[in-house]
């Protein structure tokens, strides 16, 4: 997908930093050689590229991971939702609540499963969906909470779960709780738990797509959830069915599964060290009183996907794009806004939302931005972003004040 304009900067020709980086760099000679092997097995033309047993033992290693019963891998995270969507069976009108600050994707997903789609307010500090406001707009129609961990904050699903728990639909019971985990893979739950565990949501989706903090090939996805029904009617549904049932094909290849494995087993190792850049950088910027910076969470608790900057209310907008324009003008730092609300950045989501309105989520997202991180940008040149967002920071205040 093209990354919308009005969240980056206006020129993002010769940067010295993307706006963005892409995972998919980090790949080591365990994954080459998974390549290679899966290559020369799959030269033998009696066996090609069949990818189910691959795959099976992905799916196996990733439910033991997470700690979860099942976990059902599909060639994205996108097609992944959709699918648990389409078991839920939204048509016609069954709600779905979710925060107004996300990714386009898992609102689209609710739109195109036929379900209503009701927005709710983010919390101040992590971003993540705030059960007081999620509370506000539930209703007898609500068939689901839709709680994505936002940029890494592994989100408490407690009041979540104990809101539907209190609050059952008059035909279908509890309101479901589904997760977006696309930017929380390997995270943990305050108990320690890993986020898709057994016990935590309903069904949690994953996606490995290049920017995430593991990737299978730059696409993929995986579900995992504790329901047998749910996991069967999913491998049906990416599948043809089953011979039984409606179904399509949805597979992740023998080579994305084979190069998951590895990534799989790597995974603590490259968010712990995503974890220490994030850690360091709220620490150099600490000084910096314009600016808000992520909360500060130890044991897995937060993966940073992105690490948060919010700018003062009076820089929320124009302040805001000045100090994205200046940190990749001046300093050759990229930067996004990741993501803006999805009604005000999206004309299909915006029409079908008509009516609902998130005043605090606009006026976060307003004050949104996140420089680029990645693990892999050395020492020296982190020292350097660091620099230019703090000068970059006092341009925006001299030219303010
Ligand atoms: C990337 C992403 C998705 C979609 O995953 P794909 O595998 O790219 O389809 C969904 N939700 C969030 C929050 C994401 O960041």
Request: net charge neutral.
């Amino acid at each position: 997908m093209p990354t919308n304009p009005d969240t980056v900067p206006q020129r993002t020709e010769g940067l010295r930093w993307p706006v963005e980086p892409a995972q998919g760099g980090w790949y080591t000679d365990a994954e080459r050689q998974a390549v290679a092997t899966v290559m020369a097995e799959s030269g033998d033309w009696r066996t090609g590229w069949k990818s189910a047993p691959s795959c099976a033992a992905f799916e196996e290693a990733f439910a033991a991971h997470t700690g979860a019963e099942h976990a059902v891998s599909f060639n994205s995270g996108g097609t992944a939702m959709e699918m648990v969507l389409r078991h839920v069976g939204l048509a016609p009108g069954g709600e779905v609540i979710s925060c107004a600050i996300n990714f386009v994707g898992p609102h689209l997903a609710v739109i195109g499963q036929g379900g209503r789609l009701v927005l709710a307010e983010p919390d101040p500090l992590t971003l993540n969906l705030d059960p007081t406001d999620a509370e506000r707009v539930l209703s007898d129609r609500t068939r689901a909470i839709l709680i994505t961990h936002w940029n890494g904050a592994v989100a408490d699903l407690r009041p979540f779960l104990d809101l539907a728990a209190a609050r059952p639909h008059p035909v279908h019971g509890p309101p479901l709780v589904i997760v977006d985990a696309a930017r929380a893979c390997g995270g943990r739950t305050p108990s320690g738990a890993r986020v898709g565990g057994s016990g935590w949501g309903w069904a949690t989706v994953f996606s490995f797509e290049s920017k995430k903090l593991m990737t299978t090939f730059g696409q993929g996805g995986m579900v995992t959830t504790g329901d047998p029904v749910l996991a069967e009617r999913l491998r049906w549904l990416r599948s043809y069915g089953g011979r039984a049932h409606w179904g399509t094909n949805q597979m992740m290849s023998k080579m994305q599964a084979a190069v998951g494995l590895v990534q799989l087993a790597r995974l603590d190792e490259m968010n712990s060290a995503r974890i220490r850049c994030a850690h360091l950088r709220t620490r150099a910027l600490a000084g910096v009183e314009e600016l808000t910076l992520p909360p500060t969470l130890d044991g897995g608790q937060h993966l940073y996907y992105r690490h948060n900057l919010l700018v003062p209310e009076r820089w929320a907008g124009g302040g805001r794009h000045e100090l994205m324009n200046i940190l990749a003008d001046r300093y050759g730092v990229g930067s996004i806004i990741s993501d803006p609300v999805t009604y005000l950045g999206h004309g299909l989501i915006r029409e079908h939302t008509r009516g609902q309105h998130c005043p605090r989520a606009e006026r976060l997202a307003a004050r949104l931005l996140c420089p680029v991180l990645h693990p892999r940008i050395s020492p020296v040149d982190e020292t350097a972003i660091c620099d230019a967002i703090r000068q970059a920071t006092a341009d925006v205040a001299r030219s303010t004040s």
